[in-house]
């Protein structure tokens, strides 16, 4: 078993998370991240001293058909309008995520 995990250290994990947990929770929560935290120690003992680093799961290349920008029709624009949850002036409204005010609030 993870022998230095305990409560606190989940606690202030999960707030660095934003998370909150109540005390149920974290009893449930704290043996699970005990297993999970042997698991890796177990991998760490695994000799892979002669293994080739793998940068991908399969040796297929990127088979992705070419991007070509094609005309559309207003019918087409108005199905895509009618499927976004918010528009303004016939373009699709999505919330700001940049802060451009001098002030910085």
């Known amino acids: 078993m ?11 994990v999960a707030e660095l998370a934003k998370l909150s947990f109540t005390d149920a929770e974290l009893d ?6 005990e297993e999970i935290i042997d ?3 177990q991998l760490a003992e695994v000799d892979t001293e002669q293994v080739k680093p793998m ?5 297929e290349v990127n088979v992705l058909r070419e991007d070509e920008a094609v005309k559309s029709s207003e019918e087409m624009r108005q199905a895509l309008l009618a499927n976004a949850p918010e528009t ?3 373009l699709i409204k999505v919330p700001a ?9």
Not at 55 to 59: E, L, R, S, V
């Open 2 to 12: 993870a022998e230095n995990l305990d409560r606190e250290q989940v606690q202030h």
């Open 28 to 33: 449930h929560f704290v043996p699970q991240l």
């Open 39 to 41: 698991l890796f120690n």
């Open 55 to 59: 940068t991908t799961a399969t040796d």
């Open 88 to 90: 303004e002036d016939g």
């Open 97 to 105: 995520i940049l802060d451009e005010s001098e002030d910085g609030e």
